[in-house]
């Protein structure tokens, strides 16, 4: 008993220095290498690790080994990783993610979940076959049921292996997955198939598996706006003083009252309000007439009327696009009434997709609604931004994430894991 005692009092002492030494070889291969490298960890290695992980959740008890998987070499692990994480967070332009350090404390703290989990399935394993065993006098499908019931030792374990599984699982995508997770970005023109793409991580152009043909590129814009802007960029409140009323003090006559309540009123209309007249501080603007055709600029006539003078002025405005110039009407020497250029409301591409096995998909990539083919993901990622809506080709992002299932997988088990505990916590 003696011995037992010691070793249990020294045991903490070694998990920390092995935690340490570990930490140190981090830190000694952080300096020779420059950096942990994923693709050390892509398949198949990530696959044997995960099986690695699996053989040493078997490990008894009475193995040295089995301190890993228990409570303190756990919370070690977990200030690690925290104090890392905040590091990550307050140093800019660092790549402590990407640093061996950061990396062998991730496989420790697996590792230690695995042993965890698989200590915690072997005391389940024999509280259900003790309960069979004993002789209860019951029926087996009484004895089942009691299995699940809140005093049943199912209902007991299950929050601790749904959340410790679930935890391991996104350790494990998102680990031991980055190995094989590939981000592109490919340009395609129109009625052209690429399949060469320029790798996000090494800015390298490689050949992908799968293959891009762009059928056609479309935008939906909103309304250009009119407004009247100071054409001299004159600080104008700095001209006369601003009454707390939203008014205005005129120190240097009428012109001075127009600039500052033009500037003040901060007004915009859209195209669509056609006929409609606007007042903007002193003057009132009506669009009596727009023109929006594909491949030209959109322009408006307008007819402009100062409040003060009664003076009128019409003519054309347009925000002008990449062959054509933009067109404002000038009111006096320092204000102008302009058109802005259309905002994108929403573009889109649609698309085949070809693989190498031979398969095609058609279909349309909106932004945040990407085509699916296989484990690729397509994202409508950007257009040529000085042809606008008659850009003739599309920019796709290319993702590819094989272990995206096992996150899924394991944010279910985690939330299996909340409402059973939320169940047991309410049994008293």
């Known amino acids: 008993m003696d011995t037992e005692s010691k070793r249990k009092q020294k045991a903490p002492l070694i998990e920390l220095i092995f935690i340490s030494a570990v930490l ?115 029926s087996l499908f009484k004895d089942t049921g009691f299995l699940l019931k809140g005093g049943g030792p199912l209902v007991k374990e299950a929050g601790f292996l749904f959340n410790h599984l679930g935890i391991l699982l996104l350790l494990i995508a ?36 799968v293959a891009i043909q762009l059928n056609d590129f479309r935008m939906e814009l909103y309304p250009s706006k009119i407004m009247i802007v100071n054409k001299t960029n004159d600080v104008i409140a700095g001209h006369g ?34 006929n409609n007249t606007f007042n903007m501080g002193g003057w009132s603007v009506r669009v009596d007439s727009v023109t929006d055709r594909p491949g030209y600029a959109p322009a408006a006539f307008v007819t402009v009327k100062n409040s003060y003078s009664d003076t009128t002025l019409t003519g054309w405005i347009s925000c002008g696009n990449y062959f054509q110039m933009s067109r404002q009407l000038a009111i006096n020497d ?9 905002d994108p409301k929403s573009y889109q591409s649609d698309v085949e997709v070809f693989t190498k096995k031979g398969v095609s998909k ?38 590819y994430d094989p272990w995206v299932i096992v996150v899924y997988i394991g944010i279910v088990m985690l939330f299996l894991g909340a409402v059973t505990l939320f169940w047991k916590g309410g049994e008293r």
């Not at 998102?174 to 970005?185: A, C, E, I, N, Q």
């Not at 009454?243 to 669509?272: C, D, F, H, M």
């Not at 932004?367 to 950007?382: C, E, L, R």
């Open 24 to 138: 140190t070889a981090g830190v000694a291969l952080e300096i020779f290498t420059k950096g942990f490298d994923f693709s050390l960890i892509s398949f198949p290695v990530n696959l044997i690790l995960v099986l690695i992980l699996i053989l040493l959740g078997t490990i008894k008890g009475s193995s040295p080994l089995s301190a890993f998987g228990k409570t303190p070499v756990a919370l070690i692990l977990i200030l690690l990783i925290t104090l890392l994480s905040v590091a990550m967070g307050l140093i800019p332009g660092n790549s402590i993610k990407s640093s061996w350090p950061f990396a062998l404390v991730y496989m420790m703290l697996m590792v230690s979940l695995s042993m965890a989990v698989g200590r915690r399935l072997r005391t389940l394993r024999q509280k259900v076959s003790g309960f069979f065993l004993k002789d209860t006098g019951g």
């Open 241 to 274: 003083k601003i009454a707390e009323n939203g008014g205005e003090i005129a120190e240097n006559g009428q012109e001075e009252q127009e600039r500052q309540k033009v500037q003040n009123s901060q007004k915009s209309y859209t195209l669509s309000e056609v």
């Open 362 to 399: 058609s279909g349309t990539v909106r932004v945040n609604h990407p085509v699916t083919a296989g484990s690729w993901k397509i994202y409508q990622y950007s257009y040529d931004t000085v042809m606008g809506r008659d850009s003739g080709y599309s920019v796709f992002e290319l993702v």
């Open 334 to 342: 320092y204000l102008m009434v302009v058109m802005t250029p259309p």
């Open 174 to 209: 998102t680990g031991l997955g980055r190995g094989d997770f590939k981000r592109y970005f490919i340009t395609v023109p129109e009625e052209k198939v690429e399949w060469r793409g320029e790798n996000a991580f090494t800015g390298e152009v490689e050949e992908l598996p």
